[in-house]
Every structure is written in structure tokens, then in C-alpha cells.
């Protein structure tokens, strides 16, 4: 089992945080065309709607590489602490990569093929995408100050 995540994991990790955030601030335009559309509006692929598109999309490809890496080359054990401490990050890790696979799906689906109910699922989704990423955050800064146990380290390529 390796002791830290590779080169190209932590990479993939951080270049995926700025992509969502980079989602979360481009999100107007295609919220607006997606509802001219639904009204059967014609609408133009704006390089905003693009943005968002291409962002997502890069997400959803960069979640599958990292799973495909997970498997392939093994990630570092959990951090030492309590049973249940380790089955919530497991839970909150699956769940981000959950996330990242059916956000883009979701919006994929409401966008090109104009289906509402897909839209809606992908709004409910971005609401507990904040939530994890929330939590995600809190346990980081938890382990960096709190326990101090280092685990920052794992996903940093200074190691
Ligand atoms: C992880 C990737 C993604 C994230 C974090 C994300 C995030 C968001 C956010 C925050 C909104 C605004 C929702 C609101 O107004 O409450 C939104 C709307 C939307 N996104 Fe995404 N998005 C992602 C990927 C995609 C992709 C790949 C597509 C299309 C191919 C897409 C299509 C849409 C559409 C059509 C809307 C408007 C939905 C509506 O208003 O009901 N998204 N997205
Ligand atoms: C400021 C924001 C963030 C911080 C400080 C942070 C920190 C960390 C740290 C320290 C780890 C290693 C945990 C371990 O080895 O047990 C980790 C892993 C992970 N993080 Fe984050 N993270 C952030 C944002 C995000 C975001 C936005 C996502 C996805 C939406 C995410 C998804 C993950 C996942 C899935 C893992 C498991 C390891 C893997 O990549 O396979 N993180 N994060």
C-alpha cells in the first residue's frame, strides 16, 4: 500500500477543487438558457454556457481518472483514529466522487436533451456537493489543527 497519494492524484485533486469553484461562479448563463430553452426559446452555445460545459465535463473525466488510479495504484491507508471516524471518510470520499460523476451527468442530460426533471436533480445535487465539500473541509482543517496529525501532507506535492 503507498504511503501518499502519487504526483499526479494530488495534482488532479487540487486542479479539480479551482474547476468547481470555476462551476459555481459560471453558472448564470446556462441557468438562464436552460430556461429560455425549457420555454422553447432557440438558444446560443455563449462561451459562459461553454465554460460551464467544458468544466463539468473535465470534472467527470478527471473523478474517473483519480477512481481508475485508486484501483490501479492503491491510496494511502486511513488516517489512524476511530472506527468511526474512518467510515466517515470513506462515506464523505464516495460521496464526493459520487458527486462529481452525477453533477455532470445530470447537467448533461438537462442540457442536451432538455429534459426539467435532470436540471432539478442537478440543482438538489449541488446543494450536497457544497455540504460535502463543506464537511470534507471541516475534517481537513480538523486534522491540520485539532488532532495535528499531518494528514494535509497526503495531498500536498511538497509531501
Ligand atoms: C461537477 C460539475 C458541475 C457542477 C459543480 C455544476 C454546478 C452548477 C451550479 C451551481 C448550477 C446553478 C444551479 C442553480 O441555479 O441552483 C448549475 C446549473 C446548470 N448546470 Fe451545472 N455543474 C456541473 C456540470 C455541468 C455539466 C457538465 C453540464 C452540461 C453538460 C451542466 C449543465 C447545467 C445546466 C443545464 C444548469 C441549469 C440547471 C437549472 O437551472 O435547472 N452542469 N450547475
Ligand atoms: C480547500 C479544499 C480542500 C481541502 C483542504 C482538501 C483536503 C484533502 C485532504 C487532506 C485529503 C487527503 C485525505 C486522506 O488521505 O484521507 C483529501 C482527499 C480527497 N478529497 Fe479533498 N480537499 C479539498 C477539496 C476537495 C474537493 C472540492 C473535492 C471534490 C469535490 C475533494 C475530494 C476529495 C476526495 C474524493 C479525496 C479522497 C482521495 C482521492 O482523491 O482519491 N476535495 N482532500
Given at each position: 500500500?503507498?504511503?501518499?497519494?502519487?504526483?499526479?492524484?494530488?495534482?488532479?485533486?487540487?486542479?479539480?477543487?479551482?474547476?468547481?469553484?470555476?462551476?459555481?461562479?459560471?453558472?448564470?448563463?446556462?441557468?438562464?438558457?436552460?430556461?429560455?430553452?425549457?420555454?422553447g426559446?432557440?438558444?446560443?452555445?455563449?462561451?459562459?454556457?461553454?465554460?460551464?460545459?467544458?468544466?463539468?465535463?473535465?470534472?467527470?473525466?478527471?473523478?474517473?481518472?483519480?477512481?481508475?488510479?485508486?484501483?490501479?495504484?492503491?491510496?494511502?491507508?486511513?488516517?489512524?483514529?476511530?472506527?468511526?471516524?474512518?467510515?466517515?471518510?470513506?462515506?464523505?470520499?464516495?460521496?464526493?466522487?459520487?458527486?462529481?460523476?452525477?453533477?455532470?451527468?445530470?447537467?448533461?442530460?438537462?442540457?442536451?436533451?432538455?429534459?426539467?426533471?435532470?436540471?432539478?436533480a442537478?440543482?438538489?445535487?449541488?446543494?450536497?456537493?457544497?455540504?460535502?465539500?463543506?464537511l470534507?473541509?471541516?475534517?481537513?482543517?480538523?486534522?491540520?489543527?485539532?488532532?495535528?496529525d499531518?494528514?494535509?501532507?497526503?495531498?500536498?506535492?511538497?509531501?
Amino acid at each position: 500500500m503507498p504511503t501518499s497519494y502519487s504526483r499526479a492524484h494530488i495534482i488532479l485533486h487540487w486542479v479539480t477543487l479551482l474547476l468547481i469553484i470555476q462551476q459555481f461562479v459560471f453558472h448564470d448563463a446556462i441557468s438562464e438558457a436552460f430556461r429560455a430553452m425549457l420555454r422553447g426559446t432557440e438558444v446560443v452555445f455563449a462561451p459562459a454556457i461553454a465554460a460551464h460545459v467544458f468544466g463539468g465535463f473535465l470534472v467527470f473525466v478527471f473523478a474517473l481518472t483519480r477512481i481508475a488510479m485508486r484501483l490501479s495504484n492503491g491510496v494511502p491507508p486511513e488516517a489512524e483514529g476511530p472506527a468511526a471516524q474512518k467510515l466517515a471518510a470513506k462515506a464523505v470520499h464516495l460521496g464526493l466522487f459520487g458527486l462529481m460523476i452525477a453533477l455532470p451527468i445530470s447537467g448533461a442530460v438537462a442540457w442536451f436533451q432538455g429534459v426539467a426533471a435532470a436540471g432539478e436533480a442537478h440543482e438538489v445535487m449541488k446543494v450536497a456537493l457544497m455540504a460535502l465539500v463543506g464537511l470534507h473541509v471541516v475534517a481537513a482543517l480538523w486534522h491540520q489543527f485539532g488532532l495535528k496529525d499531518g494528514l494535509m501532507r497526503r495531498m500536498s506535492l511538497r509531501g
